[in-house]
């Protein structure tokens, strides 16, 4: 919120051009003529980043500077893309005109600009992050796209969600990852995005901005979008934009801390399962001259093997997959070690067992091993992952 004088917030609407001379003039002449006045509550001022556009762009902008007090332009002396063009246009935006929100837009009218007061009202019932989707009810894409863009649209769009978000939140929540009509609060989420270190400079920079503001948390509100057909000037979709989204959607989700901590959770699970399996081999060897029923030195082999992967599973996930949440007093680590011992008794052997006797008495013991398979990754896997986060080594 504004500290000085001007009680306004800040929206900067920030337009990437190439080549737009044929719709500049009229996109200029709409906001300023009759969108900006529709939203007093807000000081609305209007970026251009052209990228030196063979068709001069960027001179029609320069005229109307003379026109519009709150247009500004960036010129990049050279072709740098819709995502640099982007990126340039933020920092140029919170650096230089003090934005408190960055809208996303184009010049082409694809994006109504009647949108843009839904995006700032949203804005102003305490959302953080706005976009425009043509995918829920009121959206929609042009009738005439062929097959192949609709098919990129929908199912391209599905995949990049699907890999960054599923099975959370994001989800469900999220139905146009790759939509270009958005605002984004500044303070406190874009401000906190390393701007100039994403994955991808090119249209797959939508993808890790949206997935950055999933991650800070940012109240995300999805508005109807009717995306229009284009009638001048050249589409910024390149050839290479369906890799590049698949490629970002993955290196989002890959080295998402949730998603490392998982398999570091995974491999200290899976190194534990292999000292329980050996470690029971070798010690039902070494025990076997023990005078006892071969049950008894099965049951005493298995206790002590599954002792050692638990103490081996508590060393591994303290100094590695919760390195972040690391105990390291003494009294504590005794306390938590024989809460971990109790849960991975009561969700590793208790649980799951039963789990499998259940279905064995329902189903029949011909699929077992199944049930045991089943019971390991629905109930054992997630409770145990539960419990480490909330209880063990929660923060």
Request: net charge positive.
């Amino acid at each position: 919120m504004k500290s000085n004088t001007n009680s306004k917030n800040t929206a900067v609407i920030v337009i990437a051009t190439y080549n737009e001379a044929g719709s500049i003039q009229e996109m200029l002449d709409t906001l300023f003529g009759k969108i900006i006045p529709q939203i007093p509550n807000w000081d609305c001022k209007v970026l251009i980043v052209d990228d030196t556009s063979p068709d001069k762009t960027y001179e029609i902008v320069q005229k109307n500077q003379k026109k519009y007090s709150d247009l500004h332009l960036v010129i990049n002396p050279i072709k740098i893309g819709m995502g640099n063009a982007i990126v340039k246009g933020f920092h140029y935006a919170i650096d230089k005109l003090d934005a408190d929100v960055v809208c996303e837009f184009d010049a082409d009218f694809q994006h109504p600009p009647q949108d843009i007061p839904k995006l700032l009202a949203e804005i102003d019932n305490g959302y953080d992050f706005v976009l425009g989707s043509r995918k829920i009810k009121g959206g929609s894409v042009p009738e005439s796209w062929g097959f192949m863009r609709k098919f990129f649209t929908y199912v391209g769009g599905f995949t990049s969600r699907f890999i960054m978000f599923f099975p959370f939140k994001g989800f469900f929540q999220i139905t146009d990852p790759t939509t270009g009509l958005r605002a984004s609060r500044v303070k406190g989420f874009v401000d906190q995005i390393d701007l100039d270190h994403l994955y991808s400079l090119k249209f797959g920079y939508k993808i890790e901005l949206l997935f950055r503001m999933v991650q800070l948390k940012a109240k995300v509100k999805e508005i109807p979008l009717k995306f229009g057909l284009r009638e001048r000037g050249e589409s910024k979709i390149a050839k290479d934009t369906a890799k590049d989204i698949l490629f970002v959607s993955i290196k989002c989700r890959w080295y998402d801390e949730f998603t490392q901590k998982f398999l570091k959770f995974g491999t200290v699970g899976g190194i534990g399962f292999v000292i329980n399996f050996v470690g029971f081999r070798l010690l039902k060897v070494t025990f076997k001259d023990l005078p006892y029923d071969i049950s008894i030195i099965n049951w005493i082999s298995n206790a002590v093997a599954a002792e050692c992967a638990i103490i081996s599973n508590f060393i591994g996930n303290n100094i590695w997959t919760f390195a972040q949440e690391k105990i390291t007093s003494f009294s504590q680590i005794i306390t938590k070690f024989f809460t971990f011992n109790l849960s991975s008794v009561l969700t590793g052997i208790i649980i799951p067992s039963t789990f499998v006797a259940v279905l064995t008495y329902l189903l029949g013991d011909q699929w077992s091993s199944i049930y045991l398979v089943i019971g390991i990754f629905l109930i054992t896997i997630p409770l145990n992952w539960l419990v480490y986060n909330k209880i063990i080594w929660k923060k």
